[in-house]
């Protein structure tokens, strides 16, 4: 039995020392989350803290809006691969699972509206010292930017609403920083041709925004001038809405076209 047990015994250590064994154990990443598992895991999360309500816990040393921002990134994205919460300091320098992507000193809208262009769902918002404030990104229109976020108003509520890209203009802090986990890719995000709103679904609202952009009445951004041509023919024109409309009531079938969203 000895015998038989001895190159067993070698050969596992071979394999060790090769780095067959450790090669699953070293260099080990979190799991990658791509944007329609993070919009699953933030509705998650949002139900279980539903906007209106107070919050009055802790995080893992962390309270208030912070507290309640880091409880949803790690809900979110989970822990890192080493096993730590994820953490960000107020000035975006010091972080933990999370990127800097980049900050503002001067809060115009413009400036704003330039650091969130390429912001998507579960980015993280930290304004700096001394009015330190912590928001989940929940996603960049034309005219702003929807927030999660609790204690905007020192009342530990809850809040989800769209807030205007120059909503802090003349805010008395050293800078806005946007932050995001480092096993977000966001390069899996895909729309499907007709979802305008980029909302995830097919609904009367995406037709009504074609239309309005068929009217010129609204403008929108390259990839929902994309999204709302339905028929593919370089234009958005009243038949688009018209085909769009047709699938929100189930006429016709929602396209299989996805457009990547970067
Ligand atoms: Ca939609
Ligand atoms: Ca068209």
Excluded at 41 to 58: C, M, Q, S, T, V
């Amino acid at each position: 039995m000895r015998l038989i047990r001895r190159p067993l015994c070698a050969v596992l250590i071979s394999l060790f020392l090769f780095g067959i064994f450790p090669a699953a154990r070293v260099g080990v990443t979190a799991k990658a989350i791509g944007p329609v598992e993070v919009r699953e895991k933030l509705e998650e999360f949002k139900a279980l803290y539903p906007p209106g309500i107070r919050w009055e816990g802790e995080f893992h040393g962390s309270n208030q809006c912070k507290g309640f921002a880091r409880m949803a990134v790690n809900h979110i994205f989970g822990q890192t691969a080493s096993g730590a919460y994820r953490q960000w300091s107020y000035n975006g320098m010091n972080n933990t699972g999370m990127t800097r992507l980049g900050s503002v000193t001067v809060f115009s809208a413009e400036n704003v509206q330039k650091l969130l262009q390429n912001a998507v769902i579960g980015d993280v918002l930290q304004f700096d010292e001394p009015r330190k404030h912590s928001m989940i990104v929940c996603g960049v229109e034309d005219d702003g930017v929807w927030i999660f976020d609790c204690n905007a108003n020192y009342d530990l509520l809850v809040r989800y609403e769209k807030r205007s890209f120059g909503c802090w203009y003349g805010k008395n802090c050293a800078r806005l920083t946007l932050l995001r986990a480092d096993n977000y890719d966001v390069r899996s995000e895909y729309y499907t041709l007709g979802d305008v709103n980029t909302d995830g679904r097919i609904t009367s609202e995406d037709a009504r925004l074609a239309l309005r952009a068929a009217a010129r009445l609204e403008t929108l951004s390259a990839i929902r001038r994309t999204l709302a041509d339905a028929n593919e023919d370089g234009k958005i024109r009243s038949s688009d809405a018209r085909a769009i409309l047709r699938i929100a009531a189930k006429l016709d079938p929602t396209p299989e076209k996805k457009i990547p969203a970067a």
